[in-house]
């Protein structure tokens, strides 16, 4: 059923996400900082544009929002101009962005304070994901907010699961973005190693990924790194802020994290080398200097 949403903050992730939406038949309000932005997303999908978050979320029953980081998150939803200055009684708020727990929960009991639904619900699957709708989400929050929206949702994911309290869908987030850094700083090892060696690595990559050492960064990234190429989404500066996120959060609840911890500064060298905009496979950069 057909219903209207507002969707917050148009960037890589945002604007196709966004589209999907519009493509399922909701009546879509979009807002983002950058006005051109916008009106380009309007030029290709149905839809409306808001001059501000407030004015987006305007009897919105869904409001999304897909932003930087805390303090962008704050902005538009706490700020003088913020979605939460609007917003109705018995609507859902579906926060995409890579936020910390700690602002998922503030969110949360405000929300529950002030009569509508909060789900934070982060996404994995990088550009591709999102441009083909087909990204993985991670939710936290109650289970009747999750079963309204849910379907809205689904217009954009392949895998969604409700994961428990507010907090928990940016807390597996968090668990998403250690175990990457890790699986590409050792994929970056071994294809560095195979070609110092003397092997031909396409033809490695296509035994080995049969086996036990098959990931989708191994699928998806070994040619790209193997012809040191680095243009194809999740930046490293948006990795770096991911991973601040995790590490700050394994000293409230006593976790360690070495390997996250060393390779946040191996992705601090690729920063140095001019690599903020290369993609999270440019790890293997530090072995070509």
């Known amino acids: 059923m057909s219903c209207n949403v507002a969707f917050i ?10 589209g999907y939406i519009s493509k399922a038949g909701h009546k879509v309000t979009v807002y983002n900082r950058t006005t051109a932005k ?16 407030s004015k987006a979320a305007e009897n919105a029953d869904f409001i999304f929002t897909c932003v930087g980081n805390d303090n962008d998150l ?25 936020a910390s727990a700690t602002i998922a929960r503030e969110i949360y009991d405000y929300a529950k304070k002030n009569g509508f639904g909060s789900l934070d619900a982060p996404v994995s699957g990088g550009q591709a994901g999102a441009e083909n709708g087909a990204l ?6 109650d289970q009747k907010d999750f079963d309204k929206a849910k379907d ?13 309290k507010a907090g928990s869908g940016q807390l597996a987030k968090m ?6 850094a890790g699986l590409v700083q050792g994929l970056s090892e071994g294809i560095n190693f195979g070609m110092k060696a003397g092997l031909n690595m396409e033809d490695v990559i296509e035994v080995i990924s049969k086996g036990a050492a098959q990931s989708w960064q191994m699928e998806n990234r070994y040619k790209t790194m193997i012809d040191d190429k680095f243009d ?12 601040k996120i995790a590490m700050d959060e394994a000293k409230n609840n006593g976790s360690l994290l070495p390997i996250t911890e060393l390779v946040d500064k191996f992705y601090g060298e690729v920063q140095g080398m001019g690599g903020n905009r290369w993609d999270t496979s440019s790890l293997i950069k530090r072995f070509r200097k």
Not at 9 to 18: E, S
Not at 136 to 141: N, P, R, S
Request: proline share 2%.
């Open 136 to 141: 993985t989400v991670m939710i936290g929050g």
């Open 152 to 164: 809205k949702i689904d217009c954009y994911s392949k895998k969604m699961k409700l994961l428990g």
């Open 175 to 180: 668990v998403n973005q250690i175990c990457i």
């Open 74 to 98: 704050r902005e538009v939803t706490f700020g003088d101009n913020g979605i939460f200055k609007t917003i109705k009684k018995g609507s859902i708020y579906i926060d995409n962005t890579t």
């Open 232 to 243: 194809f989404g999740f930046a490293v500066d948006w990795m770096r802020k991911d991973l």
């Open 9 to 18: 903050g148009l960037g890589v992730m945002g604007y196709p996400m966004a």
């Open 38 to 53: 916008a009106d380009k997303w309007l030029a290709e999908h149905k839809g409306f544009k808001a001059e501000t978050p």
